[in-house]
């Protein structure tokens, strides 16, 4: 009986994800602006469901490259390295980190998020940065015709 729940729960979980999920064209531009408004070019702060669960997440801070359609498309950033997945890159330090720890941007999980739904700016990633961000991006599978995750908690 208990194998089975864990199955169903995979499914369900499964099914979760691919509804979230569309191809999205994603346009990257840098264009920050310190006017409390998210733009590509900043890491700004927000609402960011589990891939196990996308009904649990947390607030997290993600770097916002550019748009898709109307949605900003943002990638998470993590302070935890993982020297052994190559689609992880590091972004450096930064303000958006109270201990001003290196973060590491994932490049295998692309974000659609509403404007409305960033909780706060956290700093700007200089253009250095964000370029060589953009060029590890752009080295990835079907881009920039990507599967963007569309996060749909408020």
Same mark, same amino acid.
């Given at each position: 009986?208990?194998?089975?729940? !864990?199955? /169903?729960?995979?499914? *369900?979980?499964?099914?979760?994800?691919?509804?979230?999920? =569309?191809?999205?064209? +994603?346009? #990257?531009?840098?264009?920050?602006?310190?006017?409390?408004?998210?733009?590509?070019?900043?890491?700004?702060?927000?609402?960011?469901?589990?891939?196990?669960?996308?009904?649990?997440?947390?607030?997290?801070?993600?770097?916002?490259?550019?748009?898709? !359609?109307? /949605?900003?498309?943002? *990638?998470?950033?993590?302070?935890?390295?993982?020297?052994? =997945?190559?689609?992880? +890159?590091? #972004?450096?330090?930064?303000?958006?980190?109270?201990?001003?720890?290196?973060?590491?941007?994932?490049?295998?999980?692309?974000?659609?998020?509403?404007?409305?739904?960033?909780?706060?700016?956290?700093?700007?990633?200089?253009?250095?940065?964000?370029?060589?961000?953009?060029?590890?991006?752009?080295?990835?599978?079907?881009?920039?015709?990507?599967?963007?995750?569309?996060?749909?908690?408020?």
């Amino acid at each position: 009986m208990g194998r089975g729940v !864990g199955v /169903l729960a995979g499914r *369900v979980s499964a099914a979760l994800r691919r509804r979230r999920r =569309r191809t999205a064209r +994603v346009e #990257v531009r840098y264009q920050p602006d310190d006017d409390g408004s998210p733009d590509p070019g900043e890491v700004v702060w927000a609402w960011i469901p589990y891939e196990e669960d996308p009904r649990q997440g947390k607030d997290r801070p993600v770097v916002v490259i550019g748009t898709a !359609g109307r /949605l900003l498309a943002a *990638v998470t950033l993590t302070s935890k390295p993982h020297p052994e =997945r190559r689609d992880q +890159v590091s #972004v450096g330090s930064g303000s958006w980190d109270q201990g001003r720890r290196v973060s590491y941007a994932r490049l295998d999980r692309i974000l659609g998020l509403r404007p409305d739904q960033v909780r706060r700016e956290g700093a700007t990633l200089d253009r250095r940065r964000f370029d060589a961000l953009v060029y590890h991006l752009r080295r990835q599978p079907d881009w920039p015709d990507v599967s963007l995750e569309v996060v749909s908690h408020t």
